[in-house]
């Protein structure tokens, strides 16, 4: 998964449980400023802010490493589509 997909995913995410901008960043203590950068897909986000956007929406960003890859790390999220799920 790349950054910008990461942002679009959290995005995405929070349009589907009708959580506005504003009300996201103050849950996540996130500049409103920086939502928007995220949300622009602004690839120079701090990842602290990121992580904090993602934790006030219930997400969870996971990093593990491929065992076919010993180099590589895969970056999962959980998507709009398997957080609705689990509501």
């Known amino acids: ?13 929070r349009a589907t449980l ?3 901008p504003d009300q996201i960043a103050a849950a996540a203590s996130v500049p409103i400023l920086e939502v928007g950068r995220m949300e622009r897909v ?3 986000v701090r990842l602290d802010l990121v992580l904090g956007y993602a934790a006030a929406l219930g997400c969870a960003i996971t990093l593990r490493r491929e ?8 970056l999962t999220t ?6 609705a799920a689990d509501l």
């Not at 998964?1 to 995410?13: K, V």
């Not at 065992?67 to 895969?74: C, I, P, T, W, Y």
């Open 1 to 13: 998964m790349t950054s910008s997909s990461l942002l679009q995913t959290l995005a995405a995410t």
């Open 18 to 20: 009708g959580v506005r």
């Open 42 to 44: 602004d690839e120079d």
């Open 67 to 74: 065992e076919a890859d010993l180099a590589g790390a895969v």
């Open 78 to 83: 959980v998507g709009p589509t398997d957080l």
